[in-house]
């Protein structure tokens, strides 16, 4: 490692060989650092693509559980909605008989109340009484109170055929809801994973031209090495300090507040103690060589 006074090394920097080499490694490290940027957009990028369709995916099975469930529920409307009709086919058969025997009924009445008023004899021979005319009438009204029961079972069982029938048709209408946006999710998976695949291959190729990058500005140190004399580190050149054997010098290649213990600015020159190295950085008189 060579060695030189503060003075030294401020002279060294100010002269046009440091100064190209200056200017070689600034572009080095732009390159480098906007490669890594590269490779850091992408991968979030990817990460983020990635993260969009699982949500996506997620997001399509839940329609597609909730359009399952909504079919299945149409089809036990649909099942309970032809069992009411069949029931209700049923009733209707039963009032038509019940409505039969109570014309008959009437029809009794009608006769028993006209022989008992003529004072003749019914069909069946016997002569009509007040008591027969109590208990035809008392039947008659029997039977119309069944025929007015069956027929409010009958418009009972058509009014709910009709609201399963409507339930029915509203849960095939959110089952096909809930395909159509299963569906568009579906198409989104696809286009997001066609995405993050070529989200993925964009990041490889930028972790690729990182790796060159980081090549060209290991070089550029190398170079400084040769050319210098110094001990190129990440962020400092390396001097050893004819003045003081204890000590190295350090040219600033960065900006940095805080990782030092100290503001750092690019070719500002420091004093450290070979011990602590940059733990113990420190102003020297040439605090600036730029």
Not at 77 to 98: K, M
Request: hydrophobic residues 45%.
């Amino acid at each position: 490692m060579r060695a030189l006074s503060p003075s030294e090394l401020r002279l060294l920097v100010e002269s046009a060989d440091f100064s190209a080499w200056w200017d070689d490694f600034v572009r080095a490290r732009a390159d480098h650092d906007a490669a890594a940027a590269r490779v850091e957009e992408t991968l979030s990028q990817a990460a983020l693509m990635a993260a969009k369709t699982d949500f996506a995916t997620l997001r399509a099975n839940e329609h597609n559980e909730s359009a399952a469930i909504w079919e299945a529920a149409a089809v036990t409307l649909q099942s309970d909605a032809a069992q009411t009709e069949t029931r209700s086919y049923e009733a209707v058969e039963a009032f038509e008989q019940q409505r039969n025997r109570t014309t008959a009924a009437w029809h009794r009445v009608n006769a028993l109340e006209t022989a008992l008023g003529e004072q003749s004899s019914t069909k069946s021979g016997k002569m009509p009484s007040a008591a027969m005319l109590l208990e035809a009438k008392v039947a008659y009204e029997r039977d119309q109170k069944r025929k007015d029961e069956i027929w409010a079972e009958v418009v009972q069982l058509w009014e709910r055929n009709l609201e399963l029938e409507i339930e029915s048709t509203e849960k095939l209408a959110l089952a096909e809801r809930a395909r159509r946006r299963a569906d568009a999710f579906t198409a989104e998976v696809g286009m997001r994973k066609e995405r993050a695949e070529r989200l993925r291959a964009e990041a490889a190729e930028a972790r690729a031209a990182q790796r060159d990058a980081s090549l060209n500005l290991a070089s550029r140190r190398d170079a400084a090495q040769s050319r210098f004399g110094c001990t190129p580190g990440e962020e400092f050149l390396f001097f050893a300090d004819n003045e003081r054997p204890t000590f190295v010098l350090a040219l600033s290649l960065t900006t940095d507040d805080t990782a030092f213990g100290i503001a750092v600015r690019p070719l500002t020159i420091f004093e450290a103690e070979r011990g602590l190295g940059v733990q113990s950085l420190r102003s020297t008189r040439e605090n600036s060589a730029a």
